[in-house]
T-cell receptor, first 112, second 113 residues
């Protein structure tokens, strides 16, 4: 089946820098995307979502960009903090499906 | 309010045995989904329950089954365990299947020897 994947398995940044985590998807029918954060020993935590009728959505220190032309979305974290260190992964879904497909994850390491 | 709770947190079984994992959703949430997370395959959808009915099922063998009770608590069962079933099993709850935001529990780490 079609899948969602991530470009970089590990991203190391300095505290205070901005981080960008990328995700490619291949299902052109996907119309709903979610970013999750998973800290060690914990379950995934919802960060932000975006529907396909949008190309940008902002949250608190996070921004998700969606480029449907190239089937790519990214998660931008502003002023990255050590507490942001975790695995981030994207998920795609088709509204009405309720069966999400998850990417493999990118490990974000923030150096103080 | 309390989050999603899963029991047990850790479990060690041997091949051929069966296991039952439990999930208590957030109070008021009626939809429960189960996922398997492994380093090799990532997060994979197992099944989803709402109002005691399985609404969706992922691509897993029949050894994987589940159920939901009237209080929305859910259990999943894996029979005839295989080494490859070693994984983190995550439960997520939401208000309803139509809710976009799922809340995940901490997971049950299953090790099959």
């Amino acid at each position: 089946g079609e899948s969602v994947g991530l470009h970089l398995p590990t991203l190391s940044v300095q505290e205070g820098d901005n981080s960008i985590i990328n995700c490619a998807y291949s299902n052109s029918a996907s119309d709903y995307f979610i970013w999750y954060k998973q800290e060690s020993g914990k379950g995934p935590q919802f960060i932000i979502d975006i529907r396909s009728n949008m190309d940008k959505r902002q949250g608190q220190r996070v921004t998700v960009l969606l480029n449907k032309t190239v089937k790519h979305l990214s998660l931008q974290i502003a002023a990255t903090q050590p507490g942001d260190s975790a695995v981030y992964f994207c998920a795609e879904n088709t509204l009405g499906s309720y069966i999400p497909t998850f990417g493999r994850g990118t490990s974000l390491i923030v150096h103080p | 309010k309390a989050g999603v709770t899963q029991t047990p947190r850790y479990l060690i079984k041997t091949r051929g045995q069966q296991v039952t994992l439990s999930c208590s959703p957030i109070s008021g949430h009626r939809s429960v989904s189960w996922y398997q997370q492994t380093p090799g395959q990532g997060l994979q959808f197992l099944f989803e329950y709402f109002s005691e009915t399985q609404r969706n099922k992922g691509n897993f063998p029949g050894r994987f089954s589940g159920r939901q009770f009237s209080n929305s608590r859910s259990e999943m069962n894996v029979s005839t365990l295989e080494l490859g079933d070693s994984a983190l099993y995550l439960c997520a709850s939401s208000l309803s299947p139509a809710s976009s935001e799922q809340f995940f529990g901490p997971g049950t780490r299953l090790t099959v020897l």
